[in-house]
């Protein structure tokens, strides 16, 4: 009796440890459509949330039907670093993007639509740095311009465009069809092949 009780006390206490010690970390990305960059990041196990926004203008407070010059659609990346690492959150953003779009992100075409990777820190530049390198040496005979910026400030959708968090959940029909007939999931397997998750 002592020794079950001994065991499960100590169970609890790695429970307990692991729980504490759980961190997180975060990474902004822009990758064409918020709508589809929030529900490809939250498929991914170790995400533990996406909000879509805007990033990388100086306007303040922009919105999605007013004025958002300047600001990319993006989305803020929030994951557990005991299951994911920033390099992780890199790879899946690659093959779930077109890097070869000066334009847009495939249907979605002009300067808030473009892609580009939103760095914190030192640490996050140089992985972004090896990573957008290690995909230019794979298609050398394209250009990838994919950014590497600076993060600024990050600008939830909120308020009376609140429906835009969570739309992939709560107007499936509507998004799977907006995904499909933007051709998103077609041109990315010509990318990337077997790479492409859904």
Request: glycine letters at 8%; hydrophobic letters at 30%.
């Amino acid at each position: 009796m002592k020794h079950t009780l001994a065991l499960a006390l100590t169970s609890m206490g790695l429970l307990f440890s692991s729980l504490t010690y759980a961190k997180t970390e975060q990474a902004i990305l822009a990758g064409g459509c918020f709508w589809c960059m929030e529900s490809d990041f939250e498929k991914l196990e170790g995400v533990t949330d996406v909000i879509s926004g805007f990033t990388g203008g100086e306007l303040k407070n922009p919105t999605y039907n007013g004025n958002h010059q300047g600001h990319y659609e993006a989305v803020l990346v929030t994951y557990n670093t005991n299951v994911l690492s920033y390099q992780d959150i890199l790879n899946h953003y690659w093959v779930n993007i077109d890097p070869f779009d000066a334009k847009g992100q495939f249907c979605d075409k002009g300067p808030s639509y473009r892609s580009a990777i939103f760095v914190a820190n030192e640490q996050q530049r140089q992985l972004a740095k090896q990573s957008k390198q290690a995909v230019v040496n794979e298609f050398p005979e394209q250009t990838v311009v994919t950014s590497i910026l600076d993060a600024k400030t990050f600008y939830p959708i909120k308020g009376d465009e609140s429906y835009h968090q969570d739309y992939y959940k709560n107007n499936p029909i509507r998004y799977n069809t907006y995904r499909w007939r933007c051709g998103r999931d077609s041109r990315l397997e010509d990318i990337w092949g077997d790479r492409v998750t859904h």
